[in-house]
């Protein structure tokens, strides 16, 4: 199957290591795509909720198709999130292709696209993380219920439903919230003269233009791939948003696969044979020496 070619591509709030995470869905669409520079918009690993009893291959899967760019002479730029903090204590780490940082700004084709995360606009993040942290185990639960919720209601031959997503869209103080957020992000970018911010964050895909007193900017979000399953893909000039629920090839793809859903856990040992097996090491079966 031929790839199709993408300019730009922007991941964000993939959530590897939870149970929320839709790792298997994300490598099928990684598959089908061949981009020229990779945007990893933030949390793309959670380090908040990272339990080394749940690692899935498919989360090993993503990794491996990730650095598998550092081989294919294409760009990638790791921002840094909140639930992957920790790695900001190496901004400005390079290795080949990829490099580390806390924001991004690049120059397509004559405009000026600035890339940041957007936990640094959270009042709940500045001032109470552990607040956060713990909304952040019950979002995980919520959306480990929800799945199971899903898969029932298939069997049925019913639809899905988010709760997460109804949730929000309920509660008029997180409407706001992102609204605010939207605009505050749109504001500063207006101000550095940006003809793009794109952000991730909130779980809200979006691309549409903000205006204020002093003028407008394109605003756009890469969304997630714990609820929506999109990403931002710019090409020829233009920006779009990809969901993985109208891609009929990934989806095709994906159902032949549904077997998948029984894939083992890999713990700390079978992590650790299968790098040995990467470097073509071996054990002795005498002493248990390499």
Not at 19 to 24: I, N
Not at 36 to 59: A, C, T
Request: glycine fraction near 6%; include cysteine; charge should be neutral.
């Amino acid at each position: 199957m031929k790839k199709r070619e993408v300019e730009v591509l922007v991941l964000s709030d993939i959530h590897l290591g939870t149970y929320g995470c839709h790792a298997q869905e994300l490598l099928f669409y990684l598959r089908t795509i061949k981009p020229k520079i990779v945007i990893l918009n933030g949390d793309i690993i959670d380090m908040w909720q990272f339990n080394k009893r749940y690692w899935p291959e498919s989360h090993m899967k993503i990794i491996k198709h990730i650095t598998g760019y550092l081989t294919k002479d294409v760009d990638v730029y790791y921002i840094t999130g909140n639930h992957d903090e920790m790695l900001r204590k190496f901004v400005g780490f390079q290795m080949g292709s990829l490099k580390i940082v806390n924001k991004l700004v690049l120059n397509l084709d004559g405009k000026k696209a600035w890339f940041f995360h957007g936990d640094v606009f959270d009042v709940t993040m500045k001032h109470s993380k552990w607040v956060a942290k713990l909304g952040g185990k019950g979002y995980d639960l919520l959306i480990v219920l929800n799945r199971l919720v899903n898969h029932l209601s298939e069997k049925i031959g019913q639809g899905k439903i988010s709760f997460s997503k109804r949730i929000k869209n309920g509660v008029k103080s997180a409407v706001k919230f992102i609204n605010d957020f939207e605009q505050v992000a749109a504001d500063i970018a207006i101000d550095n003269q940006y003809d793009y911010v794109v952000c991730g964050h909130i779980h809200h895909p979006e691309i549409k233009t903000i205006s204020n007193n002093e003028g407008s900017v394109k605003y756009l979000n890469s969304g997630d791939w714990v609820e929506n399953l999109t990403a931002l893909e710019y090409s020829d000039g233009e920006w779009s948003i990809y969901k993985f629920s109208e891609d009929q090839i990934a989806n095709e793809t994906f159902k032949m696969k549904r077997n998948w859903e029984e894939e083992p856990k890999l713990n700390s040992t079978i992590l650790f044979e299968n790098l040995m097996k990467e470097f073509n090491l071996q054990k002795s079966p005498d002493n248990g020496q390499f």
